[in-house]
Structure formats: structure tokens, C-alpha cells
């Protein structure tokens, strides 16, 4: 197995409280692997560990073979695994096309580059209009962020994600808050994005895990339930359990 992202003996203890314990999880390379759980589970903890937002009490965190765990989440970014959370993160007064145009500069390393003049930064536009293409929002190029609807939103932010050339793209809830036709719409989107990526994503909506993963991790209290195809841990008396008891269906 060609193996993207790992992670072994993954531990968080917040003064006593122990929130993610001796998570070991592999994400193979050009797969979308889904980490889910009941409210509660550490899904968040886990996926913040993982993009070091949070260090982690004990464990190591492999990427592409090289040890990350000491890195710092802007150090990561640049190996090439770029995150997006669950708030949404856009400049709202800002076009699509600058918003976009923001993370090709930012990918260049030149702070200046924020300086510069309207014209001069103009040569970042055909580059930031292929990412705009890429999630479909060609029709919304010159639309300000916060006019928007919200699925739409979602679909600019990972252009910007996009737009940073990752290899590896971890998305928290891409789904919160949206409509059935707009979560149809990021749905295909990530399918079509993670051709040439690896995706891991934290997601409520199990009907959206079930049609995109090819892989299935299952956290509860912390620790991992089960892993496998979303067919193997639906039927799993754990996850079972996990879930009836949280309230799901």
C-alpha cells in the first residue's frame, strides 16, 4: 500500500482528559478516507493533531514518509497536505477571482506581493481562474465572497485550497449547514478534485461517506472503533452502538 499519511499511538490528554488515545490510522496515497464518530468522539481533536494545530501528548505523525510531528501547521502546508475548516475562511469584500488570486500569491512566498498594484497582480489571474473553473464557479468570477450562497462559499474556499497545489487535502465538515443540493454539488466536486489527491475528511453526513469513501475510520470516546469500507462499519456492533446511543439513526 502506498501510504500518504499515517499516524501511530496518536494521544491527546487535555490536564487529565484524555481526548484522542493510541490512535493509529493510515491513509493510503489517491484514496478519500473519511474519519467519523458520534459528538464527542475527538474527530475534531484528531483532525487538528494531524494538521498540527494541536501537538500531540505522545504518538508520531508520518507524511510521505517523513516524520512531522514537531512541524508547525505553515511548515506542513508547504510538504504539500493543506487543510480547510469548518468556519468559513474567505475574505467576504474580496472577488472570487481575489480570493483565489490570494493563495496562488501566498504559495509564491512574497509578502509583498500584497503591496503590489491591481495591474501588476493581474498576471496571477489565469492561473487563479483555472482553480475557479476546477470547483465550477467560472459564472461567479467577478461576485464578492459574501454575496455568495453559502455552498458556494465552500466551493471558493477549496478553490483557494486548490490553488495552493496540494497533494494531500483534509477537509473539516465540508457538508455544515448546507442544503441537499448544494451538499449533491461539493459532493461531485470532491470526487472530481481527488483524482490526482488524497483526501481525508471529518463528516456528520454518512450518506456522503458512504458514496465517496473508499475508506472508513470510526472514532468513539476517543479511540478508533473500527476501519474498513463504509459496507464493513456500518455492520459493526460497536459502531452500532456508538451511534444508536448518540441519537442517530
Known amino acids: 500500500m502506498n501510504i500518504a499519511l499515517e499516524a501511530r499511538g496518536l494521544t491527546k490528554e487535555f490536564k487529565g482528559f484524555v481526548a484522542v488515545k493510541d490512535v493509529d490510522l493510515t491513509v493510503e496515497r489517491g484514496s478519500?478516507?473519511?474519519?467519523?464518530?458520534?459528538?464527542?468522539?475527538?474527530?475534531?481533536?484528531?483532525f487538528n493533531l494531524l494538521t498540527k494545530f494541536l501537538q500531540p501528548t505522545r504518538g508520531t505523525i508520518i507524511y510521505e514518509g517523513r516524520d512531522i510531528t514537531k512541524l508547525a501547521p505553515a511548515?506542513?502546508?508547504?510538504?504539500?497536505?493543506v487543510r480547510s475548516f469548518q468556519i468559513s475562511a474567505v475574505f467576504p469584500d474580496l472577488s472570487v477571482l481575489q480570493n483565489v488570486r490570494v493563495a496562488v500569491q501566498r504559495k509564491r512566498g512574497e509578502s509583498f506581493d500584497f503591496w503590489r498594484s491591481e495591474r501588476k497582480l493581474s498576471r496571477f489571474d489565469d492561473e487563479a481562474r483555472r482553480h475557479i473553473d476546477e470547483v465550477g464557479l467560472a459564472d461567479f468570477l467577478h461576485h464578492r465572497a459574501v454575496e455568495l450562497p453559502y455552498g458556494r462559499k465552500r466551493a471558493l474556499?477549496?478553490?483557494?485550497?486548490?490553488a495552493l497545489n496540494p497533494d494531500m487535502l483534509l477537509l473539516d465538515e465540508p457538508m455544515a449547514g448546507m442544503a441537499q443540493a448544494d451538499v449533491e454539488r461539493i459532493?461531485?466536486?470532491?470526487?472530481?478534485?481527488?483524482?490526482?489527491r488524497t483526501v481525508l475528511m471529518v463528516e456528520h453526513n454518512l450518506s456522503v461517506v458512504a458514496s465517496l469513501s473508499d475508506r472508513i475510520t470510526v472514532l468513539a470516546r476517543g479511540e478508533i472503533?473500527?476501519?474498513?469500507d463504509y459496507a464493513t462499519v456500518s455492520r459493526a456492533p460497536a459502531v452500532i452502538d456508538a451511534y444508536i446511543g448518540a441519537g442517530y439513526e
Not at 190 to 195: G, N
Open 32 to 46: 478519500i478516507h473519511a474519519l467519523i464518530g458520534p459528538n464527542g468522539a475527538g474527530k475534531t481533536t484528531c
Open 75 to 81: 511548515e506542513i502546508a508547504q510538504l504539500g497536505m
Open 157 to 162: 474556499e477549496i478553490a483557494a485550497t486548490l
Open 187 to 196: 459532493s461531485a466536486l470532491i470526487r472530481r478534485v481527488a483524482q490526482n
Open 225 to 228: 472503533l473500527a476501519e474498513g
